[in-house]
T-cell receptor, first 118, second 115 residues
Framework: GAVVSQHPSRVICKSGTSVKIECRSL??????MFWYRQFPKQSLMLMAT?????????EQGVEKDKFLINHASLTLSTLTVTSAHPEDSSFYIC??????????????FGPGTRLLVL | AQTVTQSQPEMSVQEAETVTLSCTYD???????LFWYKQPPSRQMILVIR??????QNATENRFSVNFQKAAKSFSLKISDSQLGDAAMYFC????????????FGKGTKLSVIP
């Protein structure tokens, strides 16, 4: 149980285009989903926290207009990188926490998306 | 707010031996949760073990166990009978057990397993 999928796993795009990454909780309903960015050989950096049906809360320094987050249902959150530039190239990871039992306090992670902007 | 510190950037262990990864934390909360996550080369974050602060008993999951010292704010991970598949980055993390349950991560420890 507690499986989170992420799609696509890898994407290459041209500078100036937008890219959408999907995060789905497959076998549980997710109260909250989180989006992280991870640079090589570093820890995870929280970008934003989203709750179903409400606006995401962004961490300091993260541009809301560049990284659009939508959490339309209890099993799906999307991250759209708008007008992507080479400096946005990174590994993006989502996580989800459940609604009850032990899942409420635990984040389960997706496999990540490697974004390369040319 | 929590802080999580992993002071060992890299560790190595002989296959079948035991290794302990260190983690210290600081928090003003009375209710909190601590976790160890494993990130192998695939970069998939995998939950290894979790500990509720209110529980005195140390959590155990098969070959993985923790030594939770609440007064010392220490949360070390012991891996017994190390296997080649245990080679990965290990992240210690915690949250306050309330609100949005945002995790604070340590910088990670890279574990190598020597055949």
């Amino acid at each position: 149980g507690a499986v989170v999928s992420q799609h696509p796993s890898r994407v290459i795009c041209k500078s100036g285009t937008s890219v959408k990454i999907e995060c789905r909780s497959l076998d549980f309903q997710a109260t909250t989903m989180f989006w992280y960015r991870q640079f090589p050989k570093q820890s995870l950096m929280l970008m934003a926290t989203s709750n179903e049906g409400s606006k995401a809360t962004y961490e300091q320094g993260v541009e809301k207009d560049k990284f659009l987050i939508n959490h339309a249902s209890l099993t799906l959150s999307t991250l759209t990188v708008t007008s992507a530039h080479p400096e946005d190239s990174s590994f993006y990871i989502c996580s989800a926490r459940g609604m009850g039992g032990g899942a409420k306090e635990t984040q389960y992670f997706g496999p990540g998306t490697r974004l390369l902007v040319l | 707010a929590q802080t999580v510190t992993q002071s060992q950037p890299e560790m190595s262990v002989q296959e079948a031996e035991t290794v302990t990864l260190s983690c210290t934390y600081d928090t003003s909360e009375s209710d909190y949760y601590l976790f160890w996550y494993k990130q192998p080369p695939s970069r998939q974050m995998i939950l290894v073990i979790r500990q509720e602060a209110y529980k005195q008993q140390n959590a155990t999951e098969n070959r993985f166990s923790v030594n939770f010292q609440k007064a010392a704010k220490s949360f070390s991970l012991k891996i017994s009978d190390s296997q080649l598949g245990d080679a990965a980055m290990y992240f210690c993390a915690g949250h306050s057990g309330a609100g949005s349950y945002q995790l604070t991560f340590g910088k990670g420890t890279k574990l190598s397993v020597i055949p």
